[in-house]
């Protein structure tokens, strides 16, 4: 069976078939008499679910450390949310709905709202409300909520899907891995197993349909794989891929502190994609040599209003602290398109994408946009911070944008307020506009970043989110790779440097072909910087230079693809 490989590893054990009791809910409407009544059995079914989060938590420290813990920190913001309190209260008051319907329907609501997305990470925040949301209804119907702590054997786990909260109180000493219909791999729950290091694999859509329990079961979290009651011939080959797998990471760890120098001496550097401070931790452990991409956007959403200057700076100056003398690159508010604020009014469009968003918001919101370069700035003082403009596609933008920021410096220094004066600043470059008149836009910037998830999306004219023509979203696709190579080459010719913060810079394939390009710093998702650090310590500059000139030379991603395979295969990388 295939699914999604969500954490790492190969483990073989018996199944623990995992099940929860389902909750009968009653639809039918009540008296206005009961409203009151019901309101208060919510409120006291909150309350002890906040009492129960705490208690997790605390476990949660001192079994995982502060970066798992905050899991349920942030649940517990859900559970007390303003939004989310005044949509169950005015069901049950307004639509006479006992509190379990009132509840069921606030939380489909809600989830609906982040499950609808295009952000990854965001719509997998959708789980963190289905998961509060089934805690408070349990306390409801006061059934005792089931968990994974007392257990006679080691297992794999079977479930329709794991919460938070589930994988939080797992015996570590008895799960080996555990495998679920849904889930995706930036659920919270699939990241806390990556941090236990237990083998995951998710989204397979029919396992607990297949399984009944103490059935022998191989989880390949690498491929993705299940495979329930092997034969021996199975168990004999996932026996050696799984000591093969053991072997290759500890050659990764005794490389993830080294630099990332190719066999002739080329020097990259190695950065990390991060939403929020507490993803600082695991970039370091992972050896990044700095913060490619900040991700502001998370500090706007799941709150009521916009943050404040100070919430920011807090937010801004940790990382800064944090990474010490090494780069952060911060890109302003990329709001907008599938990130929309519930306390913004943002307006209904057909096209989001090229629509009202990212810096063309910020233009038209000088207030929000001052408010976060001064946070920037101020923070800039602590460490080594430069500046990124996102959706940039012309001069006038970078124009006006530097005005506004020129703006805030005086704000500052009229405050006396320090700050560095000469922060560097940069600009993404993700439509087919910027990178066809590059050569003008590195005049007025530092250095650029290039997202490829958007650079695609746009210049292939696919939208990455629709299933239909997903298979026509390709990255390797000649076109983007000749935006690419055009963009490098446009910085390096004015003296100045590119980055990548697309999901291909975490492909450790594509590095040969983005290291022969001659990008300078690949930024992705921390737990890839060890694998893409390996392929480049292995590979040979001049050699993934020529494979460029080939590759430029083809019509098709399918040619790029079997080209450099055989080039990996070949030299053994």
Request: hydrophobic share 40%; aromatic share 6%.
């Amino acid at each position: 069976m295939k699914g999604i490989a969500a954490s790492p590893g190969i483990v073989i054990a018996k199944v623990f078939k995992f099940e929860k009791p389902d909750i009968m809910i009653d639809h039918n409407t009540i008296s206005e008499k009961e409203t009151r009544a019901e309101v208060q059995r919510f409120n006291k079914a909150k309350l002890k679910t906040k009492n129960q989060l705490s208690d997790i938590a605390k476990k949660t420290l001192a079994a995982m450390g502060k970066e798992e813990s905050k899991i349920f920190d942030a649940q517990i913001m859900v559970a007390e949310d303003p939004m989310f309190q005044q949509q169950i209260e005015q069901n049950i008051n307004d639509k006479r709905l006992k509190a379990e319907a009132a509840l069921d329907l606030a939380v489909k609501t809600f989830s609906a709202m982040f499950e609808s997305l295009e952000d990854e990470y965001m719509r997998e925040r959708a789980a963190d409300i289905k998961d509060v949301g089934l805690r408070i209804l349990y306390n409801l119907a006061n059934v005792e909520i089931v968990s994974l702590n007392h257990l006679d054997a080691q297992v794999v786990i079977v479930a329709e899907d794991l919460t938070p909260s589930d994988t939080a109180q797992m015996d570590t000493e008895k799960v080996r891995g555990f495998v679920t219909n849904a889930g995706g791999r930036t659920s919270h729950t699939a990241i806390m197993a990556r941090t236990l290091e237990i083998p995951a694999v998710v989204g397979t859509k029919e396992i607990t349909s297949i399984v009944k329990g103490e059935e022998t079961i191989i989880v390949d979290g690498i491929e993705g794989v299940v495979i329930v009651n092997p034969t021996e011939e199975e168990l004999n080959v996932f026996q050696e891929k799984r000591q093969a797998y053991i072997e290759k990471i500890k050659a990764l760890e005794k490389i993830k502190q080294l630099p990332a120098v190719t066999r002739d001496g080329r020097k990259v550097q190695l950065a990390a994609n991060i939403g929020t401070p507490k993803d600082v931790q695991g970039a370091l452990k992972s050896g990044a040599e700095g913060v490619g991409l900040y991700r502001t956007e998370f500090l706007y959403m799941n709150r009521t209003a916009l943050p404040t200057e100070d919430e920011q700076f807090e937010a801004y100056k940790a990382v800064a602290v944090a990474m010490k003398d090494r780069p952060v690159i911060i890109r302003t508010l990329d709001i907008g398109g599938d990130k929309a604020l519930s306390y913004m009014n943002f307006p209904k469009e057909l096209n989001p994408f090229l629509g009202w968003r990212a810096v063309r918001m910020c233009l038209d919101r000088p207030d929000i946009f001052k408010t976060q370069l001064r946070a920037i700035l101020r923070a800039s003082d602590e460490g080594n911070l430069a500046i990124m403009y996102p959706m940039i596609t012309g001069m006038n933008e970078i124009h006006r944008a530097n005005e506004l920021l020129e703006t805030a410096k005086e704000e500052l220094r009229e405050k006396d307020t320090p700050f560095d004066e000469d922060i560097k600043i940069g600009i993404m470059i993700e439509t087919p506009a910027a990178a066809v008149i590059a050569d003008q836009l590195i005049k007025k910037v530092d250095f650029f970043s290039i997202g490829t998830n958007d650079l695609t999306q746009y210049t292939l004219a696919v939208d990455r989110g629709n299933e239909k023509i997903a298979h026509l979203y390709q990255p390797l696709h000649p076109a983007v790779l000749h935006l690419v190579k055009r963009i490098i080459d446009a910085s390096h010719r004015a003296g100045k440097w590119t980055g990548l913060c697309g999901e291909l810079a975490g492909d450790e394939r594509a590095a040969i072909l983005l290291l022969g390009m001659g990008l300078d710093e690949f930024s992705m998702s921390a737990v890839s910087i060890p694998k893409v650090k390996q392929m480049i310590r292995n590979a040979s500059f001049r050699e993934a230079q020529k494979l460029v000139e080939q590759v430029l030379e083809m019509g098709t991603a399918e040619a790029v693809k079997d080209c450099l395979d055989k080039f990996l295969k070949i030299r053994g990388l």
